[in-house]
C-alpha cells in the first residue's frame, strides 16, 4: 500500500479519466476512512473488483498484511486493487475531489444539515451521470461511520433504504450494494448473456394455435368451452412473446399428442370401442 501527498493525490484525480468506462467518463475512487478490520478492507476491494473499479483509498487504515485478513477477503482484488490502495488523509481527499459521503443515518428535513437532503445510491447514479469531474465515494468507520463535522465538508450524501428497525448495514456489505447501484458508470459488459430476445414468426405461431385447436376438438370439450379456452391460451402466448425455439418446442409437443390422440380414435373405431368421452 503506498502512501500519498496532496500533490499526488490530484495528480490521480486528474489522471483517473484514463480509466474510464464508456463515453470517456471517470470511475469513481473508493475512500474508507479510519476501518477498524483489514477484513472489511479486502471485502470492499473485491467489491470494488466485481464492479469496475480500481483506485481505493485509505485515510488512517489499520496495517495492512500481504498473509493477513484483508488479503484473504479480498479475492482475485488482491492482485491488484489491495496492494495498489493509497494512504491519504481526509484533507486531501476533500480538497481534490467531487465527495458522497455514505451515512445510516439521515436527516429528516433541512434542519439536520449534515445528513440532509440524501440520496439513495439509484438517485446517486442518476445524479453522476451528469458530474463530468473526479469523484470520490467516502465510506466511515464501522462502529461509528462518517461524523457530523465530516459530512458537512462533503459534497452529496448518500444513504441505503434499509428496514427502519435495523437500517445500519455492515461497512462490507454497504460497500457492496452502493457499486452495484452505480455499475452502469463502472462496468462496460458483463458476465451476462445478451437478454433481448426476438419474437417467433407469426406463421410459427398460428400453426401452434391450429395444432393447440386440433387438441382442443379431440378432448371433447364442448364449443363455447373451447373457445373460451382458445382465446385464453393466444391471450398468454401474446403476453409471453415466445422465441422461435420455444414455439417449436410447443409444435413438436402437439403435434405428438394429436398424433397419439387421432391415433386413439382411430382404433376406437375399429375395435367398436367408445371414443374419448365428450363433455355433456
Given at each position: 500500500?503506498?502512501?500519498?501527498?496532496?500533490?499526488?493525490?490530484?495528480?490521480?484525480?486528474?489522471?483517473?479519466g484514463s480509466d474510464d468506462s464508456g463515453g470517456g467518463r471517470r470511475k469513481p475512487?473508493?475512500?474508507?476512512?479510519?476501518?477498524?478490520?483489514?477484513?472489511?478492507?479486502?471485502?470492499?476491494?473485491?467489491?470494488?473488483?466485481?464492479?469496475?473499479?480500481?483506485?481505493?483509498?485509505?485515510?488512517d487504515p489499520p496495517e495492512i498484511e500481504e498473509d493477513g485478513e484483508a488479503y484473504?477477503?479480498?479475492?482475485?482484488?488482491?492482485?491488484?486493487?489491495?496492494?495498489?490502495?493509497?494512504?491519504?488523509?481526509?484533507?486531501?481527499?476533500?480538497?481534490?475531489?467531487?465527495?458522497?459521503?455514505?451515512?445510516?443515518?439521515?436527516?429528516?428535513?433541512?434542519?439536520?444539515?449534515?445528513?440532509?437532503?440524501?440520496?439513495?445510491?439509484?438517485?446517486?447514479?442518476?445524479?453522476?451521470?451528469?458530474?463530468?469531474?473526479?469523484?470520490?465515494?467516502?465510506?466511515?468507520?464501522?462502529?461509528?461511520?462518517?461524523?457530523?463535522?465530516?459530512?458537512?465538508?462533503?459534497?452529496?450524501?448518500?444513504?441505503?433504504?434499509?428496514?427502519?428497525?435495523?437500517?445500519?448495514?455492515?461497512?462490507?456489505?454497504?460497500?457492496?450494494?452502493?457499486?452495484?447501484?452505480?455499475?452502469?458508470?463502472?462496468?462496460?459488459?458483463?458476465?451476462?448473456?445478451?437478454?433481448?430476445?426476438?419474437?417467433?414468426?407469426?406463421?410459427?405461431?398460428?400453426?401452434?394455435?391450429?395444432?393447440?385447436?386440433?387438441?382442443?376438438?379431440?378432448?371433447?370439450?364442448?364449443?363455447?368451452?373451447?373457445?373460451?379456452?382458445?382465446?385464453?391460451?393466444?391471450?398468454?402466448?401474446?403476453?409471453?412473446?415466445?422465441?422461435?425455439?420455444?414455439?417449436?418446442?410447443?409444435?413438436?409437443?402437439?403435434?405428438?399428442?394429436?398424433?397419439?390422440?387421432?391415433?386413439?380414435?382411430?382404433?376406437?373405431?375399429?375395435?367398436?370401442?367408445?371414443?374419448?368421452?365428450?363433455?355433456?
Amino acid at each position: 500500500m503506498s502512501g500519498g501527498e496532496g500533490s499526488e493525490v490530484s495528480a490521480t484525480a486528474t489522471d483517473e479519466g484514463s480509466d474510464d468506462s464508456g463515453g470517456g467518463r471517470r470511475k469513481p475512487v473508493v475512500v474508507v476512512v479510519e476501518p477498524e478490520t483489514p477484513g472489511n478492507v479486502g471485502t470492499i476491494a473485491r467489491a470494488m473488483k466485481n464492479f469496475g473499479l480500481s483506485d481505493l483509498k485509505l485515510v488512517d487504515p489499520p496495517e495492512i498484511e500481504e498473509d493477513g485478513e484483508a488479503y484473504g477477503f479480498a479475492g482475485h482484488a488482491r492482485e491488484d486493487v489491495l496492494p495498489n490502495a493509497e494512504e491519504v488523509t481526509f484533507d486531501e481527499v476533500v480538497a481534490n475531489y467531487h465527495t458522497v459521503g455514505t451515512t445510516a443515518i439521515t436527516g429528516e428535513d433541512d434542519r439536520s444539515h449534515e445528513r440532509f437532503p440524501f440520496k439513495t445510491p439509484a438517485e446517486l447514479r442518476e445524479s453522476l451521470k451528469t458530474v463530468d469531474a473526479p469523484t470520490a465515494i467516502v465510506f466511515g468507520r464501522e462502529g461509528r461511520g462518517l461524523n457530523n463535522e465530516e459530512l458537512s465538508r462533503l459534497d452529496e450524501v448518500c444513504s441505503i433504504p434499509a428496514d427502519d428497525d435495523y437500517p445500519v448495514l455492515n461497512l462490507g456489505q454497504a460497500a457492496t450494494v452502493l457499486l452495484y447501484e452505480l455499475r452502469d458508470l463502472t462496468v462496460d459488459e458483463t458476465q451476462l448473456p445478451d437478454t433481448e430476445v426476438t419474437r417467433a414468426p407469426e406463421a410459427d405461431v398460428e400453426r401452434f394455435h391450429e395444432f393447440f385447436d386440433e387438441f382442443l376438438a379431440a378432448t371433447g370439450q364442448r364449443d363455447h368451452v373451447r373457445e373460451k379456452n382458445a382465446l385464453l391460451v393466444r391471450r398468454l402466448l401474446g403476453r409471453a412473446h415466445p422465441t422461435e425455439r420455444e414455439i417449436h418446442s410447443l409444435l413438436g409437443t402437439f403435434r405428438k399428442a394429436n398424433a397419439k390422440l387421432e391415433h386413439a380414435d382411430h382404433l376406437a373405431a375399429k375395435y367398436d370401442e367408445p371414443p374419448y368421452p365428450t363433455e355433456q
